[in-house]
């Protein structure tokens, strides 16, 4: 069992930054990647960044390249999304993920375990 906790959300203006974090419990951290995703009202999860167990390979959605950046640190078991430059459209409810098999995926049905999720809004 892993359990996710997530927090950091909030309300911000376009062009501001937000730093969510997750922190793991459960089972060793550092052995399984974690991902980001979020869902807007009415919409689909989608994917935002993964990261490799080792934090040395990541991936991004398209729409958030450049912009957020994901990283973990093992040693507290906790991964962080840094969100800058944000945008009224990734207002959204943001979850974290865990996956087991360490891969680096962007479909939700890759991941095992999931947080509660925070909720991003960003206003214009």
């Known amino acids: 069992q892993v359990q996710l906790v997530e927090s950091g959300g909030g309300l911000v203006q376009a062009g501001g930054s937000l730093r969510l974090s997750c922190a793991a419990s459960?089972?060793?951290?550092?052995?399984?990647?974690m991902g980001w995703f979020r869902q807007a009202p009415g919409k689909e999860r989608r994917f935002v960044a993964a990261?490799?167990?080792?934090?040395?390979?990541?991936y991004y959605a398209d729409s958030v390249k450049g912009r957020f950046t994901i990283s973990r640190d093992n040693a507290k078991d906790t991964v962080y999304l840094q969100m800058n430059s944000l945008k009224p459209e990734d207002t959204a409810v943001y979850y974290c993920?865990?996956?087991?098999?360490?891969?680096?995926?962007?479909?939700?049905?890759?991941?095992?375990?999931w947080g509660q999720g925070t909720q991003v809004t960003v206003s214009s």
């Open positions: 993920a865990a996956d087991l098999a360490s891969r680096l995926g962007r479909l939700a049905g890759e991941y095992d375990y």
């Open positions: 459960g089972r060793t951290f550092s052995t399984y990647s």
């Open positions: 990261i490799r167990w080792s934090g040395g390979s990541t």
